[in-house]
T-cell receptor, first 115, second 113 residues
Framework: DGGITQSPKYLFRKEGQNVTLSCEQN?????MYWYRQDPGQGLRLIYY???????QKGDIAEGYSVSREKKESFPLTVTSAQKNPTAFYLC??????????????FGPGTRLTVL | DAKTTQPPSMDCAEGRAANLPCNHS???????VYWYRQIHSQGPQYIIH???NNETNEMASLIITEDRKSSTLILPHATLRDTAVYYC??????????????FGKGTHLIIQP
């Protein structure tokens, strides 16, 4: 089935450690996104990528890094510089704007807890 | 992207129509109205979008006022599985880049049995 997968669903890390969250899509979408959600809040954009080997900072990029070496994959690294990394992380993808449908499709999310 | 205002929560009886309002008084001419919903601890799900005409699909109907300053999402026969947070978002649909969506706090719709 086509879709977006994120793994793992739950992740625990010690403070000071970097951690990489996985996001894979087989929808042949060009654009991919990472969002963060805190309890009772809406989603906030961390990074997005319109095309392979290119990505842009979103509203809250500090303490995070990404790569886009393959169209299907957009991993997010939460670094030790992120002051409050415990959150629900959501990955999404969409086709290129200007095409008939470019709505964003979301993965199931990864809940990261830093102890 | 234009800002939206939604009530924080609403209740609706199972089987009845759920009408979720959204104000977007600063919407500009090339901005669309999008609706997403998020069931607890899951990723958001696209529902519907429109520019100025009313739209309907298998999930919902979207009614946009003539001046485009507000809209209503209608779930015609709400079920318990429709309990979720519903987000109204306005944005330019096509343009120079695939930038992200701006989510507010949305409306928490609770369907009562």
């Amino acid at each position: 089935d086509g879709g977006i997968t994120q793994s793992p669903k739950y992740l625990f890390r010690k403070e000071g450690q970097n951690v990489t969250l996985s996001c894979e899509q087989n929808l042949n979408h060009d654009a991919m996104y990472w969002y963060r959600q805190d309890p009772g809040q809406g989603l906030r954009l961390i990074y997005y990528s319109q095309i392979v080997n290119d990505f842009q900072k979103g509203d809250i990029a500090e303490g995070y890094s990404v790569s886009r070496e393959k169209k299907e994959s957009f991993p997010l690294t939460v670094t030790s510089a992120q002051k409050n990394p415990t959150a629900f992380y959501l990955c999404a993808s969409s086709s290129v704007p200007g095409q008939r449908n470019n709505e964003q499709f979301f993965g199931p999310g990864t809940r990261l807890t830093v102890l | 992207d234009a800002k939206t205002t939604q009530p924080p929560s609403m209740d609706c009886a199972e089987g009845r129509a759920a009408n979720l309002p959204c104000n977007h008084s600063t919407i500009s001419g090339n901005e669309y109205v999008y609706w997403y919903r998020q069931i607890h601890s899951q990723g958001p799900q696209y529902i519907i979008h429109g520019l100025k005409n009313n739209e309907t699909n298998e999930m919902a109907s979207l009614i946009i006022t003539e001046d485009r300053k507000s809209s209503t999402l209608i779930l015609p026969h709400a079920t318990l599985r429709d309990t979720a947070v519903y987000y109204c978002i306005v944005r330019v649909r096509s343009g120079g880049g695939a930038d992200g969506l701006t989510f507010g706090k949305g409306t928490h719709l609770i369907i009562q049995p």
